[in-house]
């Protein structure tokens, strides 16, 4: 059993850091070691005594399991009565992950129903870093939502509900989810972390949320949910003062929202994740933020991460980067045009980390030396089917210099030129970086 070798290794280290701690280099010492060694032999017929697990310390048997799978923890538990005790020790229980999976729309592993039910049974009281694995099938979702409903005796400090296909939570009558999800809110007040994207949570379930955590919530994270509205924002950000970090989708964004966050009695954001994503092409409306709301937020917040995903078509970026934007760290996963990182470059001095997924046929060369001129704290940035000429882009290394934490740059967007191949480009880069640099073979973002 893999459990064992895992023991033996914790054992041995415990043994060696106690004995480091007496005086080495003693002969009397030495002799005493083997002397013991051999006390563990049998005199008769010469064969080494096994170690007697079942006496093992408990902190030792704790620090193995909290390595182990929840399934080979449950078999080590059957080995006897101490590992049995160890299994249901509370601190065992505080972090823990739901896998809802089912054969016939996944291959992962799921948590086995019966297990589910005595972690229901014994540990409900002791979970307070939970999360559900949930695949993309409907009978998974209302399996975790089941589990929600029973743990009335929870305390929970975080919670999140991930999906790792397509949002099966979606799937769900609304109802359903609400109720199982209000039996959290209601018996924690204590939540401080919590990730709710792409579920039907809704304003009202949102009251009950701040109503009951609103003095611990630091951590918001609720993308994709089409049923909350802005209104039911603001009643985060006015009664949740602690709140340090909040991820939503950009139509819940508003000047009233920006406001109410830079309120002297709101404490000040560390992140703010925003993403801007578009369906059908033509069919969605964005509305632009005044100058003067993202001015009072900085202000309030001056060491803000403001970070951006576009999921948008072309035609759609017009109410953006028309003037300052203090957005941070920039993502675009769909193509943008050159007129659009064009803007980037000139109302974007927060700038941190650009990643651009696509732009065309047309090389970058003016604008990313326009980027470097003016984004001064730009220190990471990732191209993928771009084009840029070699000569440009030695040019925006050498403006940006060493600060180019991270640079991912596929070959394929280098364009060779009459100053620089791909063979001399990567050591005249080196150079101005200060480290070893090649180009991507394959995006690192």
């Not at 933020?289 to 993202?294: E, L, R, V």
């Not at 740059?409 to 063979?423: G, N, R, T, W």
Request: hydrophobic share 40%; with cysteine; charged share 25%.
């Amino acid at each position: 059993m893999d459990c064992l070798k895992i023991i033996i290794t914790i054992y041995r280290m415990k043994r060696g850091r106690k004995s480091n701690g007496a005086t080495s280099g003693s002969r009397e010492e030495t002799a005493d070691e083997e002397s013991k060694r051999h006390k563990m032999t049998d005199g008769q017929h010469g064969a080494v005594r096994r170690p007697d697990w079942a006496n093992l310390l408990q902190d030792i048997i704790l620090q193995v399991f909290q390595y182990l799978p929840l399934l080979d923890r449950a078999h080590a538990s059957q080995v006897c009565r101490s590992w049995n005790q160890v299994f249901h020790m509370p601190d065992l229980w505080r972090c823990f992950e739901f896998e809802l999976n089912q054969p016939a729309t996944s291959y992962l592993r799921a948590t086995h129903p019966e297990l589910i039910k005595q972690i229901i049974k014994r540990h409900s009281n002791h979970l307070q870093y939970v999360s559900f694995k949930v695949d993309s099938s409907k009978e998974s979702a209302e399996a975790a939502c089941d589990i929600l409903s029973q743990l009335v005796n929870c305390s929970l400090k975080t919670l999140g509900l991930i999906s790792t296909a397509r949002p099966s939570f979606m799937d769900l009558p609304k109802s359903h989810f609400i109720s199982a999800l209000t039996v959290v809110f209601v018996n924690s007040k204590s939540l401080s972390s919590l990730k709710i994207d792409d579920t039907p949570v809704d304003d009202p379930s949102l009251k009950v949320l701040v109503a009951n955590n609103s003095d611990t919530l630091k951590l918001l994270k609720m993308s994709s949910c089409p049923h909350v509205s802005p209104a039911g924002i603001l009643c985060v950000a006015d009664q949740c003062h602690g709140l340090r970090e909040l991820a939503l989708n950009y139509h819940l964004l508003s000047d009233e929202l920006l406001l109410a966050l830079s309120s002297e009695k709101h404490v000040r954001l560390e992140h703010l994740r925003i993403d801007v994503v578009s369906e059908n092409p033509g069919q969605t409306q964005f509305h632009a933020i005044q100058k003067s709301s993202w001015d009072a937020f900085i202000k309030h917040s001056p060491k803000v991460n403001l970070v951006m995903y576009f999921f948008l078509y072309e035609e759609e970026f017009d109410p953006f980067f028309r003037y300052e934007t203090p957005v941070t760290h920039l993502y675009f996963g769909r193509s943008v045009s050159k007129d659009v990182l064009g803007r980037v470059g000139m109302t974007c001095p927060r700038l941190v980390e650009l990643v651009v997924c696509a732009n065309g046929l047309r090389p970058l060369d003016e604008e990313l030396i326009r980027i470097a001129e003016r984004c001064k704290q730009l220190s990471a940035i990732g191209l993928g089917e771009c084009e840029v000429s070699c000569s440009a882009f030695v040019e925006f290394v050498k403006m940006c210099g060493g600060r180019l934490s991270q640079l991912s740059i596929m070959e394929e967007v280098l364009i060779p030129d009459q100053k620089y191949s791909l063979e001399q480009i990567h050591w005249e880069v080196s150079k101005h970086l200060g480290r070893v640099w090649f180009p991507d073979m394959m995006p690192t973002w």
